[in-house]
């Protein structure tokens, strides 16, 4: 951070909500992936503070932290996005009516924890028995065969597309993070291989999507390429995207011409100009 031209900068680790800063801060660079730090629970505690903070704001992250909310918001603004039900299961399982192969996920997790593709009948209570594990609400949606790819937006910008490649299976948690559990990895490509057209289709794509959810500063948003027709669609928006030198958004900033203390400078700026309510 020094190198981008942070000349005081104090490493706060937070575990809960009584966490402290020190005294005089101008900026918290939020980098918290998940609950807390990606739901808005973390900007709606800085803004009662008033200390100013990076990235999207308290509503939008929490309305993106809930697939089956924004969901809606991409239905109501036109967002291509795959078919889906939301199911309450508070009282007992729900089964879904929606027609095989779907995808069963818990819609507040991340990390693509809890998500089952379904293509056998027999498969179906198992996996909705494994999501209602992380909460009533399940989101289920049909499934896209294509091409599994992100869109890095900064500053009401889409970057360069990234296609994302598991070396198996699907992008779930082993192919994330390998070094975690020994699983297959991922290759990523960038910028992706796509026709010129398809590549800004997808783009605008990620960009309606992002405007629909009022997102601010900087955000990726998950994208999949329908095989059959190139149709794009959108999956959901990750409002604190990985943030170190190798993660995807600094990736795709990079073959935009961003080097990565560059972004990171441009990302406080923004912030730093961005009214919070």
């Known amino acids: 951070m020094c190198r981008a031209g942070f000349t005081d900068v104090t490493k706060v680790d ?6 402290r800063l020190p005294e005089g801060t101008e900026l918290a660079y939020n980098i918290i992936h998940g609950t807390f730090g990606e739901d808005g629970t973390l900007q ?4 009662e503070r008033g200390v100013p903070y990076t990235g999207a704001g308290s509503r939008s992250s929490a309305l993106c932290f809930d697939k089956s909310e924004s969901k809606k918001v991409f239905l109501d603004a036109g967002v291509p996005t795959p078919q889906a039900e939301i199911l ?8 879904p009516s929606l027609p095989l192969p779907f995808v069963i996920k818990p819609p507040c997790e991340g990390s693509s924890v809890g998500v089952h593709i379904v293509r056998r009948q027999e498969d179906v209570l198992p996996a909705m028995k494994e999501a209602v594990t992380h909460g009533t609400t399940v989101l289920v949606e049909e499934f896209i065969q294509g091409k599994e790819l992100t869109v890095g937006i900064l500053d009401g910008k889409a970057l360069p597309v990234i296609h994302i490649c598991p070396r198996s299976g699907f992008y779930d948690l082993s192919n994330k993070y390998p070094w975690m559990n020994m699983g297959g990895g991922t290759d990523y490509i960038c910028p992706a291989d796509l026709p ?6 997808v783009q605008e794509a990620a960009l309606k999507a992002y405007k629909a959810a009022g997102v601010e500063v900087y955000g990726r948003v998950d ?7 190139g149709a794009p669609f959108v999956l959901e928006i990750n409002t604190i995207p990985g943030m170190t030198p190798s993660s995807l958004l600094p990736k795709a900033a990079a073959a935009s011409g961003w080097p990565y203390e560059d972004l990171c400078e441009k990302i406080a700026e923004l912030s730093l100009a961005t009214p919070r309510k």
């Open 14 to 19: 937070v575990h809960g909500p009584d966490f």
């Open 44 to 47: 709606a505690i800085l803004e």
């Open 88 to 95: 309450d299961c508070s009282n007992g399982i729900v089964m």
């Open 196 to 201: 010129e057209e398809t590549a800004a289709k």
């Open 223 to 229: 994208v999949l390429l329908r095989e059959e027709d």
